[in-house]
T-cell receptor, first 112, second 116 residues
Framework: QKEVEQDPGPLSVPEGAIVSLNCTYS??????FMWYRQYSRKGPELLMY????GNKEDGRFTAQVDKSSKYISLFIRDSQPSDSATYLC????????????FGQGTELSVKP | KAGVTQTPRYLIKTRGQQVTLSCSPI?????VSWYQQTPGQGLQFLFE???????NKGNFPGRFSGRQFSNSRSEMNVSTLELGDSALYLC???????????????FGPGTRLLVL
């Protein structure tokens, strides 16, 4: 079993829809949680960064962390065709430096 | 400010050869990490360098090695290439020792390696 599980999709939604992306994890030592967006043939781009449990909002993006359930989510409001990309969750512990453990990534397509 | 740059962007090698990939971090960033991305395994951590010292290493064979120079630029080397080494190799940089509470990593565009 992988440390971080993420449904690879693909996920297709109409423009303007609310998108929900999720990851589950098994290592309770994870403290830092990130969401990256990766366009085709590009490197991952950091979207959201949260520490421990709680919510964080940035424009149309909201990240949620529920450590008790070992579950993290990314919500995208008013989705746009330009949001079409692969979304990767990533997380790390407090004592392994910068080693990030990634989910498999969810491929999202937003149709006009 | 310029982002993370990686060279070359594309590379074709044959089995048994070796390859060296280069990464220049964002100006002022002193920590560099390397990742391998494949369709089957996703993104996997290779190693992390700070101040020319390897701080962390992933579960890859010894054929994979790296180093960091005094100007924070980093190289990774893969010897005796195998078909399974075909992947996108990504470099990420951060300001200080990646591991601080607010430390975040910024990725370069990657080097796409094809082993024939």
């Amino acid at each position: 079993q992988k440390e971080v599980e993420q449904d690879p999709g693909p996920l297709s939604v109409p423009e303007g829809a609310i998108v929900s992306l999720n990851c589950t994890y098994s290592n309770s030592a994870f403290q830092y949680f990130m969401w990256y967006r990766q366009y085709s043939r590009k490197g991952p781009e950091l979207l959201m960064y949260t520490y421990s449990s709680g919510n964080k909002e940035d424009g149309r993006f909201t990240a949620q962390v529920d450590k008790s359930s070992k579950y993290i989510s990314l919500f995208i409001r008013d989705s746009q065709p330009s949001d079409s990309a692969t979304y990767l969750c990533a997380m790390r512990t407090n004592n392994q430096g910068g080693k990030l453990i990634f989910g498999q990534g969810t491929e999202l397509s937003v149709k006009p | 400010k310029a982002g993370v740059t990686q060279t070359p962007r594309y590379l074709i090698k044959t089995r048994g050869q070796q390859v060296t990939l280069s990464c220049s971090p964002i100006s002022g960033h002193r920590s560099v990490s390397w990742y391998q991305q494949t369709p089957g395994q996703g993104l996997q951590f290779l190693f992390e360098y700070f101040s020319e010292t390897q701080r962390n290493k992933g579960n890859f064979p010894g054929r994979f090695s790296g180093r960091q120079f005094s100007n924070s630029r980093s190289e990774m080397n893969v010897s005796t290439l195998e078909l399974g080494d075909s992947a996108l190799y990504l470099c990420a940089s951060s300001l200080g020792p990646a591991g601080g509470i607010w430390e975040t990593q910024y990725f370069g565009p990657g080097t796409r390696l094809l082993v024939l």
